[in-house]
Structures are given as C-alpha cells and as structure tokens.
Nanobody, 123 residues
Framework: QVQLVESGGGLARAGDSLRLSCALS????????MAWFRQAPGKEREFVAS????????AYADSVKGRTAISRDNAKNTVYLQMNSLQPEDTAVYYC????????????????WGQGTQVTVSS
C-alpha cells in the first residue's frame, strides 16, 4: 500500500523560505506523478504544484508561480516543494499526493495522500 509522509513544515516569517519533503513507500515511486496541495483554515484544498514521473514536466498554481519550485529525486523516493518569499497567505496545511496525470488540479484525481504538514507564516 502506498504511503506518503510529509516533513519540513513549521513557522516562518514573511520573506523566508521553506523546503517541504514527501517520501513515498509501498510502491515504485517513479510510477507516479506527484503533487502538492494546501488547505487553509475554512477553505477548500487547493492545488499548488505538480510534476510528472521524471520531473521534466511541471505545473504551478498562479498564486505560487515564480517563487515556488517542485522537484523529485526518484532514487530517494522523495518529492520536494521549495517555497521562497513566503507570505502570510501561504499559511496552510500542505499535502503531497500521488497520481497518474500530473496536469490535473482536481483533488479527486489524485489517488494517494499524505497526512499533511503545517506551514505558518507570520507577517
């Protein structure tokens, strides 16, 4: 069974950077496209970024484009989300997800989910 475990969240100040990690176990990592979503209190879960199995193709939400980078290391079964110039509106629980179509932003199109890691950004 596929399991995803996120790490790297925490407290940050506006303008700081954070790198989130997500490790996949239970299946062949390179079989999957990977994505990051986030959910702020009282809001729906929203797409942040995704990439295909090789990492050559990526997609980003407009809200993070230009200050966020998604990457993967298939040898380490890990996907990363590098977030720069953090803003208070980036405060959310960040989830990684595994699926088969990297370009979809629909929550229900992703098959496996981690438990999430909290990111809190103060002004």
């Amino acid at each position: 069974q596929v399991q995803l475990v996120e790490s790297g969240g925490g407290l940050a100040r506006a303008g700081d950077s954070l790198r989130l990690s997500c490790a996949l176990s239970g299946n062949i990592f390179s079989n999957y496209a990977m994505a990051w979503f986030r959910q702020a209190p009282g809001k729906e879960r929203e797409f942040v970024a995704s990439l295909n199995w090789s990492g050559e193709l990526t997609a980003y939400a407009d809200s993070v484009k230009g200050r966020t980078a998604i990457s993967r290391d298939n040898a380490k079964n890990t996907v990363y989300l590098q977030m720069n110039s953090l803003q208070p509106e980036d405060t959310a629980v960040y989830y990684c997800a595994a699926g088969f179509v990297y370009r979809t932003q629909r929550v229900d199109a992703w098959y496996y989910w981690g438990q999430g890691t909290q990111v809190t950004v103060s002004s």
